[in-house]
């Protein structure tokens, strides 16, 4: 439980620099990431002596029992108000990306004399860096995946040699049953399968299309283990592969060889998604390379940082950040081909989990 009282301690450090008494976290995965609790309705008041807790009647005797014990745990209806008062907030900083303006609208009648302060993204922030704790649990949901995609890929085989008839959506739900199978509490994402021309949309949006012999296929796929994400690609070339699919294969695989190996700490965002673009770009697919190299996985399968080739992507990327690599290139009408992995950023090397 320490851990999480080292993650609030951190986010109290940014009251001086907001300038604000108190955070409201409402966002939450925020919430779950700060305390550990995990129900869906509940707000989080944090100030410098105290980390209080608001859930209704449902929630009460379930937190006081999955949260630290230095979080005290309040009713809203009957204590938000006077807790606001007692504690001298006078300045409150709330999460202007998980706020709605109905509610943002109702805090400021209830609490009229208090100014409030947007402090998005802090709490994101600190996510982006992960703990030892962290770390683990996601080579786990990365482990629980690729274990999952072994089993999943000799199904596709079978059906592959015998011609029994195989759609998407049976991979979908097969991926989904052998994850939970292997441990996993859910999928981070609705598995992508895509069969022969559909793998040329990057996001298929998996149906009925029956698998043939010599298609190729794109998975995209992740676990979710105790509320972290897992995150991976594979393409699978048919056993006689065109000309064309084994060389833009090669030449995905290159790209991403080459932004694993090479991405690294204090680099900027936008240079990792180029160690991936430049090659693809040389070979001459750099239009058919249509978003970013990776992004950060954690609590959600797309957190900070953003590998995308942006001008506002500068931030450095630091150690124990954990992101994905995957370089695609998408021939509409024909195929596409992506290999996603994910790294640790190390102090001095990267690591991928394998
Ligand atoms: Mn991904």
């Avoid at 000309?243 to 900027?268: F, G, H, P, T």
């Amino acid at each position: 439980m320490k851990r999480f009282l080292n993650r609030i301690n951190n986010l109290k450090k940014s009251l001086t620099k907001i300038k604000v008494t108190g955070f409201l976290v409402t966002n939450r995965t925020n919430i779950f990431y700060l305390t550990g609790f995990n129900g869906s309705s509940g707000s989080l008041l944090i100030t410098r002596t105290k980390t209080i807790l608001f859930t209704d009647p449902r929630y009460i005797e379930r937190a006081k029992y999955t949260i630290p014990k230095f979080i005290q745990v309040k009713d809203p209806k009957e204590e938000f108000q006077k807790t606001l008062k007692s504690l001298r907030i006078k300045n409150l900083g709330f999460e202007g990306n998980s706020v709605t303006v109905n509610n943002l609208k109702k805090l400021k009648k209830l609490s009229s004399k208090i100014k409030f302060k947007d402090f998005s993204g802090e709490i994101e922030k600190l996510r982006a860096i992960k703990d030892p704790h962290e770390i683990k649990l996601l080579k786990r949901s990365q482990e629980i995946n690729l274990k999952t995609f072994g089993l999943i890929k000799k199904v596709i085989q079978k059906h592959q040699s015998t011609g029994k008839k195989l759609r998407e959506i049976d991979v979908v739900w097969e991926i989904k049953k052998v994850g939970f199978d292997l441990g996993a509490e859910d999928v981070s994402f609705d598995p992508i399968v895509a069969f022969g021309k559909n793998t040329s949309i990057p996001h298929h949006d998996s149906g009925n299309t029956n698998l043939k012999k010599n298609d190729i296929i794109l998975i995209d796929m992740g676990m979710k283990y105790k509320g972290y994400c897992s995150d991976m690609t594979r393409t699978i070339l048919p056993k006689n592969p065109t000309k064309l699919q084994k060389e833009v294969y090669k030449i995905v695989e290159q790209a991403q060889r080459n932004a694993l190996d090479k991405a690294k700490n204090k680099m900027v965002e936008q240079k990792i998604d180029s160690l991936a673009r430049e090659i693809i770009e040389e070979a001459g697919y750099g239009e058919n390379f249509i978003h970013g190299t990776g992004h950060g996985v954690g609590l959600e399968i797309h957190e900070s940082p953003s590998l995308k080739e942006s001008k506002e992507n500068k931030t450095r990327i630091q150690p124990n950040m954990v992101v994905t690599i995957e370089p695609g290139i998408y021939l509409p009408g024909k195929f596409g081909v992506r290999i996603e992995d994910i790294i640790l950023i190390g102090l001095h090397k990267s690591q991928i989990f394998d």
